[in-house]
C-alpha cells in the first residue's frame, strides 16, 4: 500500500480529537508524577520546527507491561478492530532521519487495526496503539532487543 | 554482539561516524532507569552503512 492509499485508507484526527486521545491515553498507561515525566515530558521547548518535547511516553509507562515480540505485537493488534495510532511529538533537530514524519507530529490516527499494522512503516518507529476503550496498548520502540534482532515491542493493559 | 562504544566526546564519535559510514538517527538525553531502555545515558541512535542500528554513548552538553 502506498503511503497515499495508507492516508486514504486511516483517518487523520487533527485537534482536538487528537489531543483528546493522546490525553486519555496518558491518564490511563502513563505515571505522570514519574520525575523523568514531571522533568522532562511534560516540559516541551521550543525547536526549530516547534514546540516538542523530549524523552518518551514509554519511558513513564506504568507497571505492570511485558515486552513482546513483534509476531505478538501484530498478533494482538489484528486481533482488535479499530484503533488509534500516535507517536511522540518530538523534533526534527532530535530525530535527524529525512521525511520521518509523514503525519503531522501532533495528529493521532484512528482506522482499522489489520491497516495500521500492516503500514507501520509509514509511523515513526515509537508509535502508541490503543482503541476507544483506552484499556489496553501496544507500543512499537525504537528500542532494540539484540538478542531477537528487532525491535522492542511492549503491551499493557488487558490485551493478552 | 551488541554494537554499543562508548566514547567521552561527539568529535570523537564524528570521527568513528565519518569512517565508518554511520547516519544519525537520533540524539537522546537518556532513559530513564527501570524503564523499557537500558539506554540510560545521553547517547546517538544510529545506522550503520548496513542498515544495522546501534547506541553510542555521549558526553551530555
Given at each position: 500500500m502506498t503511503?497515499?492509499?495508507?492516508?486514504?485508507?486511516?483517518?487523520v484526527l487533527q485537534e482536538p480529537a487528537a489531543s483528546e486521545v493522546r490525553a486519555?491515553?496518558?491518564?490511563?498507561?502513563?505515571?505522570t508524577q514519574h520525575e523523568f515525566?514531571?522533568?522532562?515530558?511534560?516540559?516541551?521547548?521550543q525547536f526549530?520546527?516547534?514546540i516538542c518535547y523530549e524523552g518518551?511516553?514509554?519511558d513513564c509507562l506504568r507497571q505492570p507491561f511485558t515486552i513482546i515480540t513483534f509476531a505478538d505485537f501484530i498478533r494482538d493488534l489484528v486481533g482488535h478492530d479499530q484503533v488509534f495510532a500516535f507517536w511522540d511529538v518530538h523534533s526534527r533537530d532530535r530525530i535527524l532521519v529525512p521525511d520521518y514524519w509523514h503525519f503531522p507530529k501532533s495528529a493521532a490516527l484512528s482506522g482499522p487495526a489489520k491497516i495500521i499494522a500492516e503500514n507501520l512503516n509509514y509511523l515513526p518507529e515509537d508509535t502508541y496503539i490503543c482503541d476507544n476503550s483506552f484499556s489496553w496498548t501496544l507500543i512499537a520502540t525504537h528500542e532494540m532487543d539484540y538478542k531477537r534482532n528487532e525491535r522492542v515491542y511492549v503491551r499493557a493493559g488487558e490485551t493478552g | 554482539v551488541l554494537p554499543i562504544f562508548r566514547a567521552d566526546l561527539v568529535s570523537q564519535t564524528d570521527l568513528q561516524y565519518t569512517q565508518?559510514?554511520?547516519k544519525t538517527k537520533e540524539i537522546s538525553l537518556g532513559h530513564p532507569p527501570g524503564?523499557?531502555?537500558?539506554h540510560t545515558y545521553a547517547h546517538i541512535n544510529f545506522f550503520t552503512k548496513e542498515g544495522i542500528k546501534g547506541t553510542i554513548q555521549i558526553k551530555p552538553f
Open positions: 503511503l497515499d492509499e495508507f492516508k486514504m485508507a486511516i483517518q486519555k491515553y496518558i491518564l490511563q498507561f502513563i505515571n515525566y514531571i522533568n522532562v515530558i511534560s516540559k516541551p521547548k526549530s520546527d516547534g518518551y511516553l514509554w | 565508518a559510514g554511520a524503564g523499557v531502555s537500558s
